[in-house]
């Protein structure tokens, strides 16, 4: 499939039946869902009510969704309470997508500030009449406000980031708290689930029934891998703990000797952002400048843009210098079958576990050396692209969907007569 038929695809309004899915996954998934394709590919079972309640900073919309959004997006598309879930966020300014959501306005942000003042008017409008399960994402205070207020309904905790680093679980104490109030709590990578344990005294029957594993799930839109090209993508935030300077100082260094490879740089320092770059933008910009026709910063751009990209990139490096929790931009590139550079930090190893090049330090010239390796070697490059298609199978879609609602069920079955 070529870039541009990819992005016909895409871009189809309303044009297909329900049916019309993924041949090889046989789901839908956030690209469908942003292209205003039909959504829940199941019917589902309508007997539960599941509230989502999403950060307030989370754009749950078709043009600016970020990581939690597409992660919602993906797994509930074919989950089987498709149609019994409800998302919960902020008053939006563009259309919502394919999905159940209610906009709130906070109450007394002032006072509660936005996430609690959010939860505050979720907690009013359900009061009455709770969900059979709410489901809560990335915000520790949040769960503990919503379980003071409903005590008797059970709620997980869908855990994005480190705990460990924020300010309501940064003690084990409050974390070991947090696990025994819970019905469950999601960890986004092993990374992340260890670092909650850390120190908490957690015995291990909890922590393997209430302490789960679940990676990002996202579908492959590919039947084979795709053809390449002779482009190396970087996409994510330009800002310092991304490793953006590092990947820019390694393409300046290595692109000259290589002049019909490319370098694309597509992100922003902050998400969905336009207009003027910032001083650590411009620096990178500058590293890339002498490489000329080599090199582009393109900035933000749309999801649907960006995934064609991924479908011509022949390598994607993921230079992250800080823990990362786990990492989106990895798990796209195994599903597109690009050789994958990546540090080993935080949860990118468990991504990049043996299919691509690890880097334990992440500098200009440990990068450099890297992408020299893989651009001097093409038989080395598309042995790595064939073991990164082949690795993606554990963030298939499908199977992080099942393996979700199978913990739902469980929740939920003592609901049953």
């Not at 942000?109 to 979720?122: D, E, P, T, Y």
Request: proline share 5%; net charge positive; aromatic share 10%.
């Amino acid at each position: 499939m070529s870039a541009s038929s990819l992005k016909s695809r895409l871009l189809e309004v309303k044009s297909h039946e329900a049916g019309s899915i993924n041949q090889k996954s046989g789901c839908f998934s956030a690209y469908d869902l942003i292209s205003n394709q039909p959504f829940c590919r199941f019917m589902g079972d309508q007997k539960y009510r599941i509230a989502v309640l999403l950060p307030f900073a989370e754009n749950f919309s078709n043009d600016k969704a970020g990581a939690i959004s597409l992660f919602c997006f993906d797994l509930s598309s074919i989950s089987r309470y498709c149609s019994s879930l409800t998302f919960y966020g902020k008053e939006l300014t563009s259309s919502p997508p394919q999905l159940q959501y209610r906009g709130l306005k906070p109450r007394f942000k002032a006072i509660n500030g936005r996430n609690i003042g959010l939860a505050s008017a979720f907690y009013h409008s359900v009061k009455h009449n709770p969900p059979d399960l709410i489901e809560i994402h990335n915000r520790p205070q949040v769960f503990f406000y919503l379980k003071r207020k409903l005590p008797k309904t059970p709620i997980s905790l869908f855990l994005h980031n480190d705990a460990a680093l924020m300010k309501p679980t940064r003690s084990p104490q409050a974390r070991k708290k947090l696990l025994d109030r819970a019905a469950a709590v999601y960890c986004v990578s092993d990374y992340i689930r260890q670092r909650f344990l850390e120190n908490t005294c957690v015995d291990k029957n909890t922590a393997r029934s209430k302490l789960h594993v679940l990676y990002n799930g996202i579908g492959r839109q590919f039947d084979s891998r795709p053809e390449k090209e002779n482009l190396i993508l970087y996409a994510g935030r330009i800002v310092e703990e991304k490793g953006a300077l590092e990947f820019a100082e390694a393409c300046s260094l290595v692109l000259p000797d290589f002049p019909d490879w490319k370098a694309v740089m597509i992100g922003a320092q902050r998400h969905g952002q336009t207009g003027r770059l910032s001083e650590f933008e411009a620096r990178v910009q500058e590293y890339l400048r002498p490489l000329g026709p080599q090199a582009e910063f393109l900035g933000h751009r749309p999801y649907v843009d960006v995934l064609q990209f991924f479908q011509r990139a022949a390598i994607v490096a993921v230079p992250s210098k800080w823990n990362e929790p786990l990492g989106r931009t990895a798990i796209e590139a195994l599903a597109s079958g690009s050789a994958l550079v990546s540090s080993a930090n935080g949860g990118l190893a468990e991504i990049n576990n043996g299919c691509g090049m690890l880097l334990q330090t992440v500098n200009k010239d440990s990068l450099a050396y890297a992408l020299n390796k893989l651009l001097s070697d093409n038989g080395m490059r598309e042995t790595m692209q064939q073991k990164c298609w082949d690795a993606f199978f554990q963030f298939e879609q499908k199977q992080v969907a099942a393996i979700l609602d199978e913990h739902r069920q469980a929740l939920l079955m003592p609901k049953d007569p």
